[in-house]
């Protein structure tokens, strides 16, 4: 992973970096946001760092010119000021997310690996809008009606919980809801549970304040109080601990939370939507999830199917993954060969979506023209389609093609170790059209 990091404070500059690069993370810094445009004009990174208020050009400018005429590259920013107005106007403009100083180094860690390894659905899609209100959902009678399901949805406050395998684009459903709703102009807050540390998780959706433990040194606003206008994307709920349930639970149901170390009820009117691939039906006959929180959760629900249920939306996917790997890499891949797709749709995809994505990427690097053919796509034979099961009629034409064949066509010979009459066998290759 390749992190630029904008600070004008020295000391912290240096002492990030150092952490950093001990992590393995390779760092380049600079001291100023004009020096930061300056590297994010001419390099690549994966991931920007950025200090809010600089001299000359702060954070939030270079974030600003980043969203709309720089390089897509996702931003963190860091401030020594823990107002909710800042974070709120650095997520409005783009901003992945937003740290307090002093903070942990090892959370900064964290975050970084989880904004560069969220190989999000709802990226892979973006280039197949063609306009700010529609997204690529799919074609099949599946998604024609989740699309369908979407437009009721979004009409409404109540909690959503949506269900499918990994990487099937629970996300990019929880995204659209929010983008058909009348809280589209406020923030969507996504807070991926399964990736952050127990130890973290409640700071980080419920906030602290100053001095609330030690290291506490600045007030911090959780993910609740940030996206209380707009809608809170709960990812991976399963995961979440017993303890922490009965917490969310509290925040879900009374619509308020109170800060770590804080006695202030703080009124939150987030928009609640969970998402998960486990089965919490199931959890909770077992126990391992609380029945009224699950609920709380579960007023409206969404399944979203796997893609090998759903192949026939594999061609459009396809071009929508192609459009973004294009700008990505740089590359005119445009098309793939009908043995290409073909490949591909022999495929069963486990890894869903985001495995397609991983696929192509991989045969664009190694194709050597404008088109993916079918040798370019290395595909795990393990996940291939099992081929339909035989029937005994071609069970029974291969058995006398091979008798002929070991044979040399003397078809009494073939008759006999077939165990059937040489008159049999003429009326059976009689019917194959052969005389």
């Known amino acids: 992973m390749k992190v630029l990091l904008v600070d004008d404070d020295a000391s912290n500059r240096e002492s990030i970096a150092r952490y950093l690069s001990r992590s393995g993370i390779e760092v380049t810094t600079a001291e100023n946001g004009r020096s930061g445009l300056r590297l994010l004009e001419s390099e690549v990174f994966d991931v920007a760092v950025m200090d809010l208020r600089m001299p000359e050009m702060d ?40 740290l307090v100083k002093p903070f942990d180094p090892e959370e900064l860690v964290i975050r970084l690996r989880r904004i560069a390894e969220a190989r999000t659905v709802a990226d892979i899609v973006e280039s197949s809008r063609s306009s700010p209100e529609s997204v690529f959902l799919g074609t099949s009678e599946q998604m024609r009606k989740i699309d369908a399901d979407i437009n009721r949805i979004a009409q409404t406050v109540s909690n959503v919980l949506i269900t499918g395998e990994s990487g099937t684009g629970k996300e990019v459903i929880a995204r659209e809801i929010h983008a058909r709703s009348n809280r589209s102009g406020e923030l969507f807050v996504p807070v991926n549970l399964g990736g952050i540390p ?23 606003i959780g993910m609740f109080e940030l996206a209380s206008k707009g809608t809170l994307f709960l990812d991976e709920i399963g995961e979440i601990s017993p303890v922490l349930q ?41 126990g391992g999830f609380r029945e009224d929180l699950y609920y709380r959760l579960n ?100 058995a006398i093609f091979n008798a002929l064949s070991r044979w040399d066509g003397n078809r009494t010979r073939a008759a006999e170790e077939l165990g059937i009459s040489r008159r049999t066998l003429l009326y059976k290759l009689k019917s194959y059209g052969v005389h």
């Open 59 to 98: 954070g939030l400018e270079l974030l600003e010119w980043l969203s709309t005429r720089g390089p897509r590259v996702p931003a963190v920013m860091i401030s020594a000021y823990g107002e909710v107005r800042d974070a709120v106007a650095a997520m409005k403009l783009g901003a992945e997310d937003y």
């Open 299 to 398: 007023v409206l629900a969404v399944h979203v199917p796997p893609l090998s249920a759903r192949l026939e939306d594999l061609p459009q996917l396809c071009g929508v993954v192609l459009a973004k790997l294009a700008r990505k890499l740089g590359r005119t891949v445009s098309r793939i060969s009908a043995d290409g797709l073909r490949k591909l749709q022999n495929y069963s995809f486990p890894g869903n979506v985001r495995e397609l994505e991983n696929i192509l990427e991989r045969a664009v690097i190694f194709s050597d023209g404008e088109t993916i053919r079918d040798a370019d796509l290395l595909i795990p034979q393990s996940g291939a389609v099992p081929p339909p099961p035989r029937t005994l009629e071609a069970i029974e034409r291969e």
């Open 198 to 220: 127990e130890t973290l998780l409640e700071s980080e959706l419920f906030g602290y304040e100053k001095g609330a433990f030690t290291g506490a040194d600045a007030r911090k």
């Open 246 to 286: 009965v917490k969310l639970l509290r925040a879900v149901q009374d619509r308020a939370i109170r800060r770590l170390g804080g006695t202030q009820q703080i009124p939150v009117g987030a928009r609640i939507i969970a998402a998960t691939n486990r089965d919490l039906a199931a959890e909770v006959d077992s």
